[in-house]
């Protein structure tokens, strides 16, 4: 927070007080507000010699769909820079979620339709190399809620991290860590380059094509796109949580008759293990309940390991977009009380959680999404849920987070066109992850990990032949698209 030039000194410790304290304060304060002799509230930068570093494709955000961006660039002949405001790779995969869903289609919803996996590429190679470590349990069939998903895809979250930053490194991937993009240069509607900001100062960064994956749309917001700020879903800090018996913890909830979802698959080096477990809150004692509801404790969880909850989400309703950063603020602390107070109630109410503790937090908050940007098509939920197909799908993808309320017609599938990856108005810039898709309950589809990660496929092979055609993302011609995501394991419908 920065103090206001018109705020005494103990005015601005006050409020820095009150945030510390996760009380009320105005939102947007540290700005500087708009008034009559603006000279005094602003700071004019003199401009700055830049040093300049050059390459084909960068990708913004080495998030879920950034790093397979980044792979399926390189891996198409891109020299590449991936940049990660982070010390690692992986995004909200290895921080919000439980489960990666999915890979396949809805099959065991709809008796006699046939299981499908309809995500291949790069997303299944990344779960290849996580089963050679142990950093996942498989694709685990449901035995219980699999009108919600048939299978139960979980990860080790520090595991990912290694494995997909060393497949970066092998297929030659620059990875700019610890760095953030803070502009853009700009010719008209071409992108030239990136400013970006680290510890070594700013520098510029030239390149042919862009892909955001930053999951806040930053750079095409940076670039001029448009976009909308719904602020329509909680923010969340999911937690790893070390030293709870797996087993006591599943039979007190069948005790209570309150597994709703239950898979088994790979833990610890052994097969057939509980992988997943979901309960009615309702069963659960009274107290827990209400306490549970008002930190928004989710008790959906995942695991890879024995004496161990690889994520439990509590979530926060931010008054503001999380674009904000003095709200955001607060939420953080608030989201922090919320995990310590989460762990207080399964020690003292849920059997097999006596000894419970957080184990593992997300270093920032979770967003499920903070802008939406406009790209060329924007995908509704009636293109989700009545399985349309386009002539220019780039993927496929069968599950929505709000099954089995809305699921895609019959156990099917749906594709994503390459026009929904294509920023309005800028000539070379592409978007994969959370950022696309307005509408809220198509979004509860397309938003999903797996999607982004074969979003993230779809963007970076693209903007690899824009750079290397030299032409913007509206010349490349879909059917170039088409035979290179063939060849990089894409499967397609249409
Ligand atoms: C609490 C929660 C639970 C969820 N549960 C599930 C689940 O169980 N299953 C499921 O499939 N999906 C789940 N999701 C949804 C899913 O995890 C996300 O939608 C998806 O991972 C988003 O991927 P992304 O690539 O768009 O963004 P991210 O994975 O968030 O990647 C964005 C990356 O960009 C970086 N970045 C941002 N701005 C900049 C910048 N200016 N410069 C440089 N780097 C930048 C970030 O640090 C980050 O690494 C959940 C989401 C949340 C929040």
């Known amino acids: 927070?920065?103090?206001?030039?018109?705020?005494?000194?103990?005015?601005?410790?006050?409020?820095?007080?009150?945030?510390?304290?996760?009380?009320?304060?105005?939102?947007?304060?540290?700005?500087?507000?708009?008034?009559?002799?603006p000279s005094e509230n602003w700071y004019e930068e003199p401009p700055?010699?830049?040093?300049?570093?050059?390459?084909?494709?960068?990708?913004?955000?080495?998030?879920?769909?950034?790093?397979?961006?980044a792979l399926a660039a390189a891996r198409t002949g891109a020299q590449t820079i991936l940049i990660e405001r982070k010390g690692y790779p992986g995004g909200t995969v290895v921080e919000g979620g439980t489960a990666l869903h999915s890979f396949f289609n809805l099959w065991k919803a709809?008796?006699?339709?046939?299981?499908?996996?309809?995500?291949r590429g790069i997303p299944q190679e990344i779960v290849d190399r996580l089963a050679?470590?142990?950093?996942?349990?498989?694709?685990?069939?449901?035995?219980?809620?699999?009108?919600?998903?048939?299978?139960?895809?979980?990860?080790?979250?520090?595991?990912?991290?290694?494995?997909?930053?060393?497949?970066?490194?092998?297929a030659g991937v620059l990875v700019a860590l610890h760095t953030l993009v803070v502009g853009v240069i700009k010719d008209g509607s071409r992108i030239k380059?990136?400013?970006?900001?680290?510890?070594?100062?700013?520098?510029?960064?030239?390149?042919?094509?862009?892909?955001?994956?930053?999951?806040?749309?930053?750079?095409?917001?940076?670039?001029?796109?448009?976009?909308?700020?719904?602020?329509?879903?909680p923010v969340a800090n999911s937690m790893g949580v070390g030293g709870v018996n797996v087993e006591r913890f599943y039979q007190y909830l069948e005790s209570q008759d309150a597994v709703t979802q239950l898979a088994r698959g790979r833990r610890s080096g052994k097969d057939g293990q509980i992988v997943r477990v979901d309960c009615r809150l309702g069963r659960l004692p009274k107290p827990f309940q209400e306490e549970a509801?008002?930190?928004?404790?989710?008790?959906?969880?995942?695991?890879?390991?024995?004496?161990?909850?690889?994520?439990?989400?509590?979530?926060?309703?931010?008054?503001?977009?999380?674009t904000d950063?003095?709200?955001?603020?607060?939420?953080?602390?608030?989201?922090?009380?919320?995990?310590?107070?989460?762990?207080?109630?399964?020690?003292?109410?849920?059997?097999?959680?006596?000894?419970?503790?957080i184990a593992r937090t997300s270093p920032t908050l979770n967003i499920r999404r903070a802008r939406v940007i406009a790209c060329d098509y924007d995908m509704s939920l009636t293109d989700v849920i009545e399985g349309r197909h386009f002539d220019d799908d780039v993927l496929v993808y069968g599950f929505h987070d709000s099954a089995p309320r809305l699921q895609i017609k019959n156990g099917g599938t749906y594709g994503i066109p390459y026009r929904a990856l294509r920023v309005a108005g800028i000539e070379n810039l592409l978007a994969a992850g959370m950022l696309i898709t307005s509408d809220h309950e198509a979004h509860m589809s397309t938003r999903n990990t797996?999607?982004?990660?074969?979003?993230?496929?779809?963007?970076?092979?693209?903007?690899?032949?824009?750079?290397?055609k030299s032409c913007g993302t509206r010349e490349l011609p879909y059917s170039t698209l088409r035979d290179a995501l063939l060849k990089g394991g894409v499967y397609l419908e249409s």
């Open 1 to 37: 927070m920065k103090p206001r030039a018109d705020m005494t000194r103990r005015e601005f410790s006050k409020r820095l007080a009150l945030l510390g304290a996760g009380l009320s304060v105005t939102a947007g304060v540290g700005r500087p507000a708009e008034t009559s002799s």
């Open 48 to 69: 700055k010699r830049l040093p300049v570093r050059r390459c084909d494709v960068v990708v913004a955000g080495a998030g879920t769909a950034g790093v397979v961006a």
């Open 110 to 119: 709809f008796p006699g339709v046939p299981k499908k996996q309809v995500v």
């Open 132 to 170: 050679k470590v142990g950093g996942t349990s498989g694709h685990a069939e449901m035995i219980r809620g699999y009108d919600y998903d048939s299978v139960c895809t979980a990860i080790d979250t520090e595991l990912y991290k290694l494995v997909t930053f060393d497949m970066l490194v092998e």
């Open 193 to 233: 380059g990136v400013i970006v900001e680290s510890r070594a100062g700013r520098q510029a960064i030239l390149a042919k094509a862009f892909v955001d994956c930053t999951g806040f749309g930053d750079l095409a917001a940076l670039a001029g796109a448009t976009y909308t700020e719904p602020n329509d879903y």
């Open 293 to 322: 509801r008002k930190i928004m404790l989710a008790m959906v969880t995942t695991t890879v390991h024995d004496d161990y909850f690889m994520f439990v989400k509590l979530g926060f309703k931010m008054p503001v977009s999380p």
């Open 325 to 357: 950063p003095d709200a955001v603020s607060q939420a953080e602390l608030g989201l922090r009380r919320r995990q310590a107070k989460a762990i207080e109630l399964l020690r003292k109410y849920i059997p097999g959680c006596e000894r419970a503790f």
């Open 450 to 468: 797996v999607c982004c990660m074969a979003q993230g496929q779809a963007a970076g092979t693209a903007a690899a032949l824009c750079a290397a």
